[in-house]
């Protein structure tokens, strides 16, 4: 069950349009895994459409167009909820473009980073049972598919700029919280956190970061110098 969601402001914000295009890009692809989020954001746009009749309404340069008629803006409103889904492009019979795979594993991802996966590069081992793949979704920023297999961990570290981070599937944790399947995760420089999987069939992420990462124990600060390799594109 999904924990961790955007604030409430952010939805908001995020349904007139006002966010960042990576805080954007993330929270819609939360919003493909999270019911209760996908309806906040549609409650949002339904009350900020009417916001916008009614300063429409009150607008004298508008007085002459009949939107005073409550019975009409009601109906506006009724059509506006109704609208039909938008219906997911066409896939090839593969799937290839819903789905991603990792030795042998494969895993269905949000519809909002479907179009991306024909921009994604090939996996890569790391230390720790990690695997990344970095994507390239046309934003600021450094955007990676990371695969943690059980008993994987990323070493502990803090934020010189924000992390994103999208749980696809499985669960992990990080000293700070558990995190599961749909969880919507923001860090800052405020943040320190080991993140690590028990999962028996690991836990596939989904990041992107805004500067790179600073290691803050053990070993793993030697590669602090070199961290803009870490997770690179």
């Known amino acids: 069950m999904t924990k961790f969601h955007p604030a409430p402001e952010q939805l908001s914000e995020f349904a007139q349009g006002a966010l960042a295009s990576v805080e954007s890009l993330m929270i819609s692809a939360h919003c493909d895994m999270c019911a209760r989020c996908q309806q906040v954001v549609a409650q949002q746009t339904v009350l900020q459409a009417e916001h916008a009749l009614m300063d429409t309404q009150d607008d004298p340069a508008t007085k002459t167009h009949d939107f005073q008629d409550d019975s009409k803006l009601d109906s506006m409103l009724e059509s506006i909820t109704q609208l039909p889904r938008a219906t997911p492009s066409k896939t090839s019979r593969s799937g290839s473009r ?22 994604m590069g090939n996996w890569s081992s790391l230390v720790g ?105």
């Open 129 to 233: 049972k990690l695997w990344q793949a970095p994507v390239d979704v046309g934003v600021s920023g450094v955007a990676n598919f990371i695969y943690i297999g059980q008993g994987g961990s990323i070493p502990e570290h803090t934020h010189r700029g924000t992390e994103y981070t999208l749980v696809i599937n499985g669960e992990f944790s990080d000293g700070l919280n558990h995190y599961r399947k749909g969880d919507f995760i923001k860090m800052n420089e405020s943040d320190i956190h080991a993140p690590y999987s028990d999962d028996i069939s690991g836990c596939l992420i989904f990041s992107i970061l805004d500067q790179p990462l600073h290691f803050t124990a053990g070993i793993a600060r030697l590669l602090n110098p070199f961290s803009h390799l870490f997770f690179r594109y």
């Open 98 to 119: 819903k789905i991603i795979e990792l030795d042998g594993r494969v895993f269905t991802i949000p519809r909002t980073l479907r179009k991306y996966v024909p921009f």
